[in-house]
């Protein structure tokens, strides 16, 4: 483009490294910078939410007057992919803005709200198994490596089968991460708002950085059925004919800390010793019951799954 050019667009627009810089969008809806994707600096003029791991001032780096290329018209949401130079987004709604996304300053005056943090340590988008830029994308992997990296809006995400620590770094609103598997932790970056993160029973997880709100993730809860040996049914099945004792473990729903090793539990099961005179796998007479049943939880129990791999996992792994 020539100097002083003003563009009308309708609907969304893309800076993808064609334009002249500096470079003006006026008047977007929300607007989605990805990381490394401005050598110069980023002015963020008047919006009502900016979301960034950045350092912002308040100070223009970038002012109306200095811009090149000027984008206007009836503008929907704006992505900022690449960038050489300076860039000035006027009168935003909500800009999301991912770490290292910008070389030089970044700056917000007039911002009606900025929700910061410290600059985290976040690999290139391409370092991921899964790297979405966007509106409404989606992307899985099996067996992942590092995790997922989302820039945009309404993302879908699936991870299966995870056996290392992954991250996940989601910038925007709306995404929707699902992650399944065993022996592994699940760190996430939250900057924006109402994004999800759905973590399966077998994975821990923990929020690093929530730079925005409404930001959660919902973990299954550990099954207290995985840690039953031998069910009361089972137990009395095999019993048969005659006086017999049977032990057999049930689900306790009432307790929130394990009074085994004192800590919170998901998962509580109790142990029962009885013994009776079973007819049929049915108890008639019951000669002495379990009344004080000893309990265990998932953190102490010696059948839970555990963050170590089993050793088929860890011959896959290095075959």
Same mark, same amino acid.
């Given at each position: 483009m020539t100097n002083n050019t003003a563009t009308t667009y309708d609907g969304d627009v893309t800076l993808n490294g064609s334009e002249q810089s500096p470079v003006e969008i006026q008047d977007p809806a929300d607007v989605f910078?990805? #990381?490394?994707?401005?050598?110069?600096?980023?002015?963020? $003029?008047? %919006?009502? /939410?900016v979301f960034t791991h950045t350092p912002v001032s308040? @100070? %223009? @780096?970038?002012?109306?007057?200095?811009?090149? +290329?000027?984008?206007?018209? +009836?503008? =929907?949401?704006? /992505?900022?992919q690449?960038?050489? #130079?300076d860039v000035l987004l006027t009168d935003a709604e909500d800009v999301f803005i991912a770490a290292d996304a910008v070389d030089g300053a970044v700056s917000a005056p007039g911002a009606e709200n900025v929700y910061t943090d410290e600059s985290i340590p976040v690999d290139s988008p391409d370092k991921y198994d899964v790297s979405t830029f #966007?509106?409404? $994308?989606?992307?899985? &992997? +099996?067996?992942? =490596?590092? #995790?997922? /990296? &989302?820039?945009?809006?309404?993302?879908?995400?699936?991870?299966? %089968?995870?056996?290392?620590?992954v991250d996940l770094y989601l910038v925007g609103h709306g995404h929707d991460v699902r992650v399944d598997g065993r022996g592994a932790s699940v760190s996430v970056?939250?900057?924006? /708002?109402?994004? +999800?993160?759905?973590?399966g029973p077998y994975l821990a997880s923990a929020v690093e950085t929530d730079t925005g709100f409404d930001n959660e993730i919902d973990a299954d809860p550990y099954p207290a059925e995985d840690l039953v040996e031998m069910s009361r049914r089972e137990a009395y099945s095999n019993a048969g004919f005659g006086r017999r004792k049977v032990t057999f473990q049930v689900?306790?729903?009432?307790?929130?800390?394990?009074?085994?090793?004192? $800590? %919170? &539990?998901? @998962?509580?099961?109790?142990?029962? $010793?009885?013994e009776a005179f079973f007819v049929f796998g049915w108890p008639l007479w019951t000669y002495d019951r379990s009344t004080n049943p000893a309990r265990e939880c998932e953190n102490c129990s010696p059948n839970a799954v555990h963050a170590e791999l089993s050793e088929r996992e860890r011959r896959e792994i290095f075959d």
């Open positions: 910078v990805g #990381g490394e994707s401005i050598t110069g600096d980023l002015t963020v $003029q008047n %919006a009502e /939410y308040g @100070a %223009a @780096a970038v002012s109306k007057g200095e811009t090149e +290329t000027n984008i206007r018209g +009836t503008l =929907e949401d704006g /992505y900022v690449s960038v050489d #130079g #966007g509106w409404q $994308q989606s992307g899985s &992997a +099996t067996d992942p =490596e590092s #995790g997922v /990296y &989302a820039v945009g809006m309404d993302h879908d995400i699936e991870l299966e %089968a995870v056996r290392r620590d970056h939250f900057v924006g /708002y109402d994004n +999800t993160v759905h973590v689900p306790n729903e009432d307790d929130e800390w394990c009074p085994n090793c004192g $800590q %919170a &539990a998901e @998962a509580i099961i109790e142990r029962h $010793q009885m």
